[in-house]
């Protein structure tokens, strides 16, 4: 079952969450929502069938016992901190790829703030056409849709904005400190925690949206993860030894990002590579990129203005890398 953002399940859920405290009855439940008390017995149901436990008495009604840890747009709105961004959810329990559904509402005219989110995805995407591992009820799954007024150029700095905001929130939520590894990997003791994918659409030299997608494994266990990239990837809660909540986590992420974007439009880049660069610590280090085909290995000078990698191989030549993987040495 899909819970959109005002379905008839998530109207109860409202209901008995205001009035935790104390039950309330199928009739009164469907006076205020006007179903019947037979739809009402059905979305109710349908809540304990996601992981709800829901109490009924057939002399007091139902009353709400303790809620899973799904990604439902009321209970993440409960306590998002944020003014615009994640005011509107889309929320899909399964979904090909949360980058691919904003991409399609943005076409329509979705907003900028509205986002995507998904307990799974059937064909989620990172870089470079790659496959995101992507089981339900784990990990974070978020698109998000942008409207910056911004030339196309300019667009690779919200990249590194995104991984501003994502290293940051995982500090904030976590404690812990990751490291950013160009362009926008999220790494925990060099392995991989987060991605982003941002797909742009563009008409001559403005921007129409930016869909920023973030991948974050929060709950997966070292068994848990293919083989092919068990020694290459790891979780928040491998590395604080403890659960994460999937929507406090979302909470921090829309607030740091809000804050993030609004530096970003009201500032330019500058700040925003300040702090990219301290999260990075690339300056300096030996390299291997492999970009459209090609291999090169130096050592990083730095980030442009546009977020291209600057890099100096052989006889002091330099490279400006705009895409591609990147390898440390050191």
Same mark, same amino acid.
């Given at each position: 079952m899909?819970?959109?953002?005002?379905?008839?399940?998530?109207? #109860?859920?409202k209901?008995?969450?205001?009035?935790q405290?104390?039950?309330?009855?199928?009739?009164?439940?469907?006076?205020?929502?006007?179903?019947s008390?037979?739809s009402v017995?059905?979305r109710?149901? !349908?809540?304990r069938?996601?992981?709800?436990?829901?109490?009924?008495?057939?002399?007091?009604g139902?009353r709400? #016992?303790?809620?899973? !840890?799904?990604l439902i747009?009321f209970?993440?709105k409960?306590?998002?901190?944020?003014?615009?961004m994640?005011?509107r959810?889309?929320y899909?329990?399964?979904?090909?790829s949360?980058?691919?559904?904003a991409?399609?509402l943005a076409?329509?005219?979705?907003?900028?703030?509205?986002?995507?989110i998904?307990?799974?995805?059937?064909?989620?995407?990172?870089?470079?056409?790659?496959?995101w591992?992507?089981?339900?009820?784990?990990?974070?799954?978020?698109?998000?849709?942008?409207?910056?007024?911004?030339?196309?150029?300019?667009a690779?700095l919200?990249?590194?904005?995104?991984?501003?905001?994502t290293?940051e929130?995982?500090e904030?939520?976590?404690?812990?400190?990751p490291?950013?590894?160009?362009p926008n990997?999220?790494?925990?003791r060099?392995?991989?925690?987060?991605?982003?994918l941002?797909?742009i659409r563009?008409?001559?030299d403005?921007?129409?949206? #930016?869909?920023?997608?973030?991948?974050?494994?929060?709950?997966?266990?070292?068994?848990?993860?293919?083989?092919?990239i068990?020694?290459?990837?790891t979780?928040l809660k491998?590395?604080?030894g403890?659960?994460?909540?999937?929507?406090?986590?979302?909470?921090?992420?829309?607030?740091?990002?809000e804050?993030?974007?609004?530096?970003?439009?009201?500032?330019?880049?500058?700040?925003i590579?300040k702090?990219?660069r301290?999260k990075?610590?690339i300056k300096g280090?030996?390299?291997?990129?492999?970009?459209?085909?090609?291999?090169f290995?130096?050592?990083?000078?730095?980030? !442009?203005?546009?977020?291209?990698? #600057?890099?100096?191989?052989?006889?002091?030549?330099?490279r400006?890398?705009?895409?591609?993987?990147?390898?440390?040495?050191?």
């Open positions: 899909i819970i959109q953002e005002q379905g008839a399940a998530e109207k #109860i859920l209901l008995l969450t205001k009035s405290s104390h039950p309330i009855s199928g009739q009164e439940i469907g006076h205020l929502l006007g179903m008390r037979t017995w059905k109710i149901r !349908d809540l069938s996601l992981g709800y436990e829901i109490e009924a008495s057939t002399r007091s139902y709400l #016992i303790r809620s899973p !840890d799904l747009p209970e993440i409960l306590n998002l901190r944020t003014r615009w994640g005011r959810i889309h899909f329990q399964k979904i090909d949360t980058n691919s559904k991409y399609e076409l329509k005219g979705a907003k900028e703030g509205e986002i995507v998904a307990e799974s995805q059937k064909r989620g995407r990172g870089r470079l056409g790659r496959k591992f992507s089981p339900p009820f784990l990990n974070l799954y978020l698109s998000v849709i942008l409207r910056p007024k911004i030339p196309p150029h300019q690779s919200l990249t590194l904005m995104a991984a501003v905001a290293a929130a995982i904030k939520y976590s404690g812990l400190q490291l950013i590894k160009w990997d999220i790494l925990m060099n392995r991989k925690v987060a991605g982003l941002n797909e563009s008409e001559g403005r921007i129409d949206f #930016i869909i920023l997608g973030i991948g974050v494994n929060l709950n997966m266990k070292t068994t848990q993860f293919p083989q092919e068990r020694s290459l990837a979780s491998i590395e604080k403890e659960s994460i909540s999937r929507k406090e986590f979302l909470q921090t992420l829309l607030k740091t990002l804050e993030w974007y609004e530096i970003f439009m009201k500032e330019g880049g500058e700040r590579l702090v990219w301290e990075s610590r280090r030996a390299v291997r990129v492999t970009s459209f085909g090609q291999s290995t130096g050592r990083a000078v730095d980030v !442009d203005s546009e977020g291209a990698l #600057i890099l100096r191989i052989r006889k002091g030549e330099r400006r890398i705009v895409a591609g993987d990147i390898e440390y040495f050191e």
